[in-house]
């Protein structure tokens, strides 16, 4: 049996955001990708956002969100903050692109390559594995980890 990928999906408090991502896991449906939607707390209890997502792959998180950070390998994303935490935990990111947007990647200056298209596959980036991911990946993580370091002041007074 194929190993399961996991992939955390975190969309951020905007419902349009959350029916995007969640269309997007629906129509990649596929046996061996599963996906946890961690809903931003505003969204938790919310009647209309618990039955729109109602999906064989797509399991509603109600673990903490150090439990979903530990269980997944990839995170699904559009402009949530929460992917500096998933990086800085080990989770690959992928950034959702809609055609026609300006980017709302809060990674953009560092990430290239690891994005999907609305209308590509998920699993054939999935099957990517090259050394251009690789390096960029060890950019995005150098990225997340400077995130929260205090700033440098002498740097600019210098």
């Known amino acids: 049996k194929k190993k399961d990928i996991k992939i955390l999906v975190i969309p951020e408090g905007i419902l349009d955001e959350i029916k995007i991502l969640f269309e997007y896991c629906n129509n990649n449906y596929n046996k061996n990708i599963k996906f946890t939607f961690r809903l931003h707390p505003i969204f938790e209890n919310n009647k209309i956002v618990r039955n729109l997502i109602n999906s064989k792959n797509i399991i509603l998180s109600r673990n903490s969100i150090k439990h979903d950070l530990l269980n997944n390998e990839y995170v699904l994303y559009r402009g949530s903050s929460l992917i ?3 990086i800085n935990n080990g989770l690959k990111p992928i950034y959702l692109h809609l055609s026609n947007e300006i980017s709302i990647d809060p990674l953009f200056f560092v990430n290239k390559n690891y994005q999907v298209f609305y209308n ?13 991911l690789n390096n960029e990946y060890k950019k995005i993580r150098e990225f997340a980890i400077d995130f929260y370091k205090k700033p440098r002041y002498e740097r600019l007074i210098g």
């Open 120 to 132: 590509q596959p998920l699993i054939n980036f999935l099957k990517i594995k090259s050394k251009k």
């Open 84 to 86: 500096i935490n998933a």
